[in-house]
């Protein structure tokens, strides 16, 4: 298996694990260190408690869409490399980013950011929306 | 200079080439190889020649928003960083990603991602929106 068949193949667990709501497997597929993540939406977290706890409401959540990914495309630079794909959640296109590096020979997700694709779509904040 | 100094300052060196408008500067800080970018609502642009295109037509565009960056905060491993930051453009928050790689003792763009945070909006498409 080449690199890059190897960090694809981290890539599609990722999806994997998303689709089967398997927290075990997605806290295997996260590094222990030095790891962010930003939701589509969220604040940066940093670290991996506040990633996993992110992850374990998202994987509860029983109205979560279902998310599909395509066009995985990765970028290697010696144990760091980037995967690029679009997710596709409730029809809509997202940008995604999602960083590995290669720990004891596995690629492990050190970071994650998922960002909407404006294909002809404007936003429009609704008049009485409060934030708590 | 720590490593945290120097990768705050190559951050803050990015913002200050983008309200100067200077290319040149823009050009020196992404590295030359292994490069990618995400524009707030762009899909994935993959290689220095599509990056330093896009940030060419940014820089020229007479009505770009200006940006401010809050909050920046740096994770270092070796030679190789990201920096999370809140971009505030036209008064709306964006979660950002900057990553660096120390080259030649610089540290230089790889990657640039920009996502909208929701707070306190809302997307909905328009009635007559389309994918293509």
């Not at 144990?79 to 029809?91: A, P, T």
């Not at 290669?102 to 404007?122: F, K, L, N, T, Y």
Request: hydrophobic content about 40%.
């Amino acid at each position: 298996m080449t690199d890059k068949d190897a960090i694809l193949a981290a890539n599609a667990a990722y999806y994997y694990a998303f689709q089967a709501s398997d927290f075990a497997k997605m806290s295997n597929i996260w590094a222990e260190d030095d790891v962010s993540c930003i939701h589509p939406g969220w604040p940066v977290l940093i670290g991996r408690q506040a990633i996993l706890d992110s992850y374990r409401d998202i994987l509860r959540n029983p109205i979560q869409e279902k998310i599909e990914h395509r066009s995985d495309t990765a970028l290697i630079s010696g144990n760091e490399g980037r995967v690029f794909c679009v997710e596709i959640v409730g029809g809509m296109p997202l940008a995604v980013t999602n960083c590995f590096r290669r720990v004891d020979g596995v690629w492990r997700m050190i970071h994650h950011q998922a960002s909407p694709i404006a294909v002809q779509v404007e936003e429009t904040p609704p008049p009485t929306s409060r934030l708590n």
